[in-house]
């Protein structure tokens, strides 16, 4: 093995030190430092109570401190000063030293090996470090170890870290051969104490994918004899050269008994150490929106490419300026907060804030390594800030740690996380944000998206456009909802309702072919629909929370809403802004076409995979009649995945109201008026229902619909929404109180509905469930935009039932008050319609 690179505290040097390591247990040895050399280190807290000496170059005491840390395996703690994880740094000193290292890596290697070079960084600890050695490269790709499991994802390798509190590593690349070419695999750690970490890994990867030349890098080489000779050892039995560059190198002398005496420390100090009072009320945090290239990864767990940093190099002023926007006037001093692993993109939007602002900007991160912290001069960790875990991690929650943030003056702090961790713990009462409020005047958010790897079948020759959003298509604000629809609202889409009745039940034309007309409510019809609304909004917005806080509970911590457009995407707005309002959380939602008959867009589908995780889309929809749609989007996601090969989509749709028992997730199984189902697109959105015909919809479009601008005179989307959510504050407490209740129940579907559908079919002689639309909802929309031939209504049925009596009435339809009806009432499609009969007045006949 080559030893190389024992370099000055100069980050710049490319000048060796060729001073052999020493044996720390040897008296004799004539390599032990001495004045004239390697200098010795002894006067921290940390050295004078365990006894540990830092050994080694002169530019060591630069580069790191000690401290003690809560670990059984490993006392002590190097804190590095130029990393960017415990001890905030300027960033552009953190990115330097590790752009330095990298400069000379490719100076050892040439420019084509360096071409040909993988970059592997670890952990949490040097995640940034190993991309600024791969920018400093410049013509590798870079990846990094992970802890953090990604579903769909395929494992290329693993190895265990000893001395870590966290010791799994998973290698996770977007690309399966990324680490299988023959080029040099060059691993870059913080410090090197052993070597046993780098020895795990070459000995896990070489078997899998065995090359001719590893590079390692450190900022600091800290191994002793005995461990330099296994290492040279070790690289002759696989048959490798290994190189080794370093910023500064010695070694730590260690007396025998330092765990017993660190374990004794850390018990006798840490009830007294400075932990960060925990804030009694602090305000929120103001989110700042940085404007992340979509598509680009926020780090290097999946592989991170040259092509990756031009794009993020590219956006970076842009980001940061959005940022400098948000500091508080005359802010002098300003810390960047990363979030445990994501450590580059806070680095480099610290970096580049840092050129464009006067104050002084520091960076760090947070961390799971948990340090003993005591405010003495000679201790590299004066203060910490605990807080647990916000990233719903794969081993389970636990504490995490922010270190020398507390007291350290900031006038500002930038948090910077990916989606996965903006959940409601990041923003809880006892969570990060709020710590770190009751520290600094002023705390900001910024949110990098958390990359999925493209599935298979997303990597396909056509893109597919972005969502439609309001105003330009529907009037709902353009944050509220993203449409994943194509418009065709220059189409004449509208039939009259018996001519589409007719096509539709003699099979020369399925419902989705074409749109009812418009129903334009009379002055007495939106009477009714403003009294309704009046009536029931508060018990609307008690179910609202309660399927919200189901789907937060059991579902995920950060869902995707994707409601069925276009009854389910008022209520998935609201559950939207119930998470917002009650957890500050501020969830994606858009709006997908689902046909009866047909499925659900398999482009849509194919959208949200290319940018969401599967396992995190929560489908929405307004009500459940008989489970016809339930099933329908059960069968067409099995029938995608099958042929698409992406996985962990969950067909459970969370509903508002479930009166046929058909979901798990819901609000009420109660039968009431939801007013949204009184009116068609002016409590939509102004949208259609969606349109699905060949000669409009190509294989790589989405569904269609229809934005009705002309109607924009009518519309109280917009009111039936903020009328509701206004009632959040006074239902908050009940709404959590049902969703209690409803996790501790037992709520598997009984589908009754769906038999007293079967049951109702037979009886009238329709033989036909799908002419059967059990439910308020259902009901309303037979009367809007089918023919309809009778209503049954549950004995004694209210207020609830007034405005489809109207309707009713305006049809001609018979109402047939029923005893023991399951529902409050059933609509029943005419079972034998032909235009003849109806008569002029387009009123539906009897049988």
């Not at 008296?27 to 050399?37: C, G, L, M, S, W």
């Not at 609307?540 to 509970?553: F, H, Y």
Request: charged content about 25%.
């Amino acid at each position: 093995m080559s030893r190389t690179g024992r370099a000055t505290r100069n980050p710049d040097s490319k000048e060796p030190m060729n001073t052999p390591a020493h044996d720390p247990n040897d008296p004799d040895d004539r390599n032990a430092p001495d004045a004239a050399d390697d200098a010795v280190w002894t006067g921290t807290w940390v050295a004078e109570r365990l006894g540990v000496e830092l050994v080694g170059d002169e530019g060591l005491s630069d580069l790191l401190g000690l401290a003690l840390r809560r670990n059984p395996k490993r006392a002590h703690l190097l804190v590095s000063n130029v990393l960017g994880k415990h001890v905030p740094q300027s960033p552009s000193v953190v990115h330097g030293y590790g752009f330095a290292l990298g400069r000379r890596v490719r100076a050892l290697l040439g420019t084509d090996d360096a071409r040909a070079a993988v970059v592997l960084g670890y952990a949490e600890t040097a995640t940034g470090l190993g991309h600024s050695v791969a920018d400093g490269v410049g013509v590798a790709p870079y990846l990094h170890s992970t802890r953090r499991p990604v579903r769909g994802v395929r494992r290329a390798g693993g190895f265990e870290e000893s001395h870590s509190h966290a010791t799994s590593h998973l290698l996770l690349p977007e690309d399966p051969d990324l680490l299988a070419g023959p080029g040099p695999l060059i691993l870059v750690d913080d410090e090197f104490s052993t070597g046993n970490t780098v020895l795990n890994t070459i000995r896990d990867l070489h078997e899998r994918y065995p090359r001719e030349r590893y590079v390692v890098v450190a900022l600091v080489d800290m191994r002793s004899e005995p461990d330099l000779v296994r290492f040279e050892k070790f690289a002759g039995e696989i048959g490798a050269r290994v190189d080794l560059v370093s910023a500064a190198s010695g070694t730590v002398r260690l007396p025998e008994d330092v765990l017993a005496k660190g374990m004794a420390l850390v018990a006798r100090h840490e009830p007294a150490a400075p932990e960060a009072p925990a804030p009694e009320s602090a305000g929120r945090a103001v989110r700042v929106e940085l404007g992340w290239p979509r598509g680009l990864p926020d780090g290097g767990r999946h592989g991170f490419t040259p092509g990756h940093r031009i794009r993020l190099d590219r956006a970076l002023p842009a980001m940061a300026a959005r940022l400098a926007d948000a500091l508080p006037e005359g802010a002098r001093r300003v810390l960047v907060l990363g979030f445990e692993e994501l450590m580059y993109a806070p680095l480099r939007l610290a970096r580049e804030l840092e050129q464009v602002v006067s104050a002084e900007v520091r960076f760090s991160t947070t961390t799971r390594s948990p340090v003993l912290a005591l405010d003495d001069p000679g201790y590299a960790i004066r203060s910490r800030i605990v807080f647990p875990a916000h990233d719903n991690p794969d081993d389970g929650p636990g504490e995490r740690y922010a270190y020398n943030v507390a007291g350290a003056g900031f006038d500002a702090v930038v948090a910077v996380v990916d989606s996965t961790a903006d959940t409601p713990e990041l923003h809880a009462p006892d969570g990060l944000l709020a710590q770190l409020a009751a520290h600094t005047p002023r705390v900001l958010l910024a949110v990098v998206p958390s990359y999925v790897p493209a599935r298979p079948s997303t990597e396909r020759p056509f893109m597919l456009p972005e969502p439609l959003r309001g105003p330009a298509f529907s009037s709902y604000a353009p944050d509220e909802v993203g449409w994943l629809l194509q418009d065709l609202s220059d189409v004449t889409l509208e039939a009259p309702t018996e001519e589409r009745e007719e096509a539709i039940q003699s099979g020369g034309a399925h419902y989705a072919e074409s749109l009812p007309v418009e129903y334009q409510p009379s002055p007495q019809y939106q009477e009714l629909f403003h009294a309704a609304l009046a009536t029931s909004a508060a018990r609307i917005a008690e179910a609202v929370g309660a399927v919200t806080e189901l789907v937060l509970a059991e579902r995920s911590p950060r869902p995707v809403l994707v409601s069925l457009a276009r009854a389910g995407t008022p209520v998935g707005v609201l559950m939207r802004r119930w998470a917002e309002h009650q957890h500050g959380i501020e969830l994606p939602h858009y709006a997908v076409s689902i046909v009866r008959g047909r499925g659900i867009d398999a482009n849509a589908l194919r959208w949200l995979a290319a940018h969401h995780d599967p396992a995190d889309v929560v489908f929405v929809d307004g009500w459940t009649g008989k489970g016809a749609i339930t099933r329908e989007l059960a069968d067409a996601i099995e029938e995608f995945e099958e042929a698409e090969g992406i996985t962990g989509f969950d067909p459970e749709i969370a509903v508002l109201a479930d009166p046929g028992s058909c979901v798990r997730t819901y609000g009420t199984r109660e039968d009431f008026l939801i007013p949204s189902a009184c009116l068609n697109s002016t409590v939509s959105g102004l949208i259609s229902r969606t349109v699905l015909r060949s000669d409009l919809v190509g294989e790589h479009d989405f569904h269609g619909a229809k934005f009705y601008r002309e109607l924009a005179g009518s519309d109280v989307s917009v009111e039936f929404l903020d009328v509701v959510a206004a009632h959040f504050p006074d239902v908050a407490e009940s709404a959590r109180d049902r969703a209690k209740e409803l996790l501790a129940a037992d709520r598997d579907p009984t589908w009754e509905g769906w038999a007293a559908v079967e049951r109702i079919s037979e009886e009238y002689g329709i033989h036909d469930v799908n002419l059967v639309k059990p439910g308020v909802g259902e009901t309303t929309r037979v009367l809007l935009r089918r023919v309809p031939w009778k209503i049954l209504a549950r004995a004694g049925a209210g207020a609830d039932l007034d405005h489809v009596r109207l309707l009713a009435e305006q049809r001609g339809v018979p109402v047939e008050e029923v005893e023991e009806l399951p529902y409050t009432c059933v609509g029943l499609i005419h079972p034998k319609y032909t235009r003849g009969a109806t008569g002029a007045d387009g009123k539906a006949v009897t049988l």
